[in-house]
């Protein structure tokens, strides 16, 4: 199955990693792929004690003031086409029943992972793995091919009020 967790609403992450958990402690065996993130997120930490693989691609967003750096740089184009190399290649063993690619559809609406690439990542998905894509602006053609679509929708959020992110709760 595909599941999709996009939308403008916090939670997408969270709830594939919250998947990838439960998978895991059924006994599956489960990788993540984070596109776009660096190595400060405090689910590593959870992932690495559980043992679970994961593999992060990205320049770190989060700024001093606790605040998300929203501009793509160069950087950012050579990191999501290394990590779509990694999904490719996690996808194509079949080693895994569930793999989680966080922030798929974000890298892929804003263009920083090719239309290309990521139609030949979304091709090795087998009928035996679950492939989880989360991240906004999830593309149309993307969506399309889902099996299971969720939108994080946001009604209200504390950074209207001009609170930062918070380390444990966003990253």
Excluded at 15 to 32: D, F, N, P, S, T
Excluded at 75 to 88: I, N, P, Q, S, V
Aim: hydrophobic share 40%.
């Amino acid at each position: 199955m595909l599941h999709i967790y996009t939308g403008d609403g916090k939670g997408k992450t969270t709830a594939g990693i919250g998947l990838a958990i439960r998978a895991y402690g059924h006994g599956k065996k489960v990788a993540m792929v984070f596109f776009d993130k660096s190595e400060c997120s405090g689910e590593h930490a959870v992932l690495r004690k559980l043992k679970i693989p994961f593999f992060v691609f990205g320049v770190n967003r989060i700024r001093a003031e606790k605040n998300f750096r929203f501009e793509d740089l160069p950087e950012d184009y050579t990191e999501a086409k290394k990590a779509g190399e990694c999904a490719e290649k996690i996808l194509l063993s079949k080693k895994y029943d569930l793999v989680v690619l966080d922030e798929f559809c974000s890298v892929v609406d804003r263009n920083l992972l090719s239309r290309e690439l990521a139609s030949k990542i979304l091709s090795a998905q087998s009928k035996n793995i679950n492939l989880i894509l989360t991240g906004r602006g999830c593309p149309k053609w993307i969506l399309n091919q889902a099996d299971l679509v969720t939108e994080m929708k946001m009604k209200k959020h504390y950074f209207e009020k001009g609170i930062g992110a918070r380390k444990g709760i966003e990253w």
